[in-house]
């Protein structure tokens, strides 16, 4: 029998329809959606300040997710611009880059579909959120350095025919940054009763940029005079690349901090919709972090105190100026995944980490509302 031909370029008619496929992406998208509709929104807790500074400080709180951080939201929006855009079908084997939180929800949403899921990720990250990748149904694969992350996932998943997800390009597309209940129309819809509805800052971090993006597109559409921040922890790539008016900045070197800063500035990061961005020692970052357990009794991960330290800062700052307002930030996940490091002396010991400086000004901050942070 010879064999057909592939049409060629004078081909007037090719149909690729795959009734089938299609059926199947559509059941797909349907159970990702109902999942969406029995998830409740995540609450914006006030931080405790002193009401007679006249400035309110908020945290999001997306440790109540189903899969446990702020991750979960960008999980179910590369997860259906996957499904609608073709990618992603039926039986494919879906991989991520990923430090941990992300690959979490990412393997929660492959597992409802029935897809296998691989996770490539630092030999550094957390026990605790590899089990928990494990415990969704997904498979990890380690990489020595952090920047092999993006090769290693793209060759595994051409090796099996299946679909590189790429949340350090796709973050800042894949979500609607006008709405559709994304996070920052959250905020806003919760804090139209406060006494300061309009915040004077949204504090953020930056891992893929997508969490930035989508809030600083949605302020300028929305036309809030609200700014955004976004800290950056030690070794990452972004804030010297804000800096410096440059967009391929690299740092070759890993953030301590899971979920936030990288070692070269990702796709997802838009720095032009950035109103500010502020460098936060690591150190730092565990020390705010250990002070909203202080304060509030919850355990939150270090980028959540990285987001502390950014906030108090800036509340700090309004308030040397005479402003009243409001600001802000994320509790990304909760401190049950750092057990073993951020929450460990013996860990921070190892580290080199002296956080014992950064607490002072913590505390002077609770105090007085002065900001002197140590050098």
Sequence with gaps: MNAVPAPGPDA???????????????????????????SADTHLLLYPLPPEWGVDLYLKDESTHPTGSLKHRLARSLFLYGLCSGQIGEGSTVVEASSGSTAVSEAYFARMLGLPFVAVMPATTSREKIALIEFHGGRCSFVESAPDMYDQARRLAAECGGHYLDQFTFAERATD????????????????????????????????????????RYLRYRRHPTRLAVVDPENSAFLPAYAAGVPDWTTGRPSRIEGIGRPRVEPSFVPTIVDRMLGVPDAASLAAMRELERATGRRAGGSTGTNLWGAFQLVAEMLAAGRTGSVVTLLCDGGERYAHTYYSDEWVAEQGLDLAPHAATLRRFAATGQWTAAR
């Design 12 to 38: 007037t008619d090719v149909d690729r329809s795959d009734p089938d496929g299609r059926s199947w992406v559509d059941r797909a998208v349907s159970i990702v959606e109902a999942d969406a509709r029995r």
């Design 177 to 216: 940054w006008r709405g559709n209940n994304n996070i920052a129309e959250s905020i806003f819809e919760q804090l139209a009763l406060e006494r300061h509805p309009l915040p004077e800052w949204v504090v953020v971090g930056a891992g893929t940029g997508g969490t930035s993006a989508t809030i600083g």
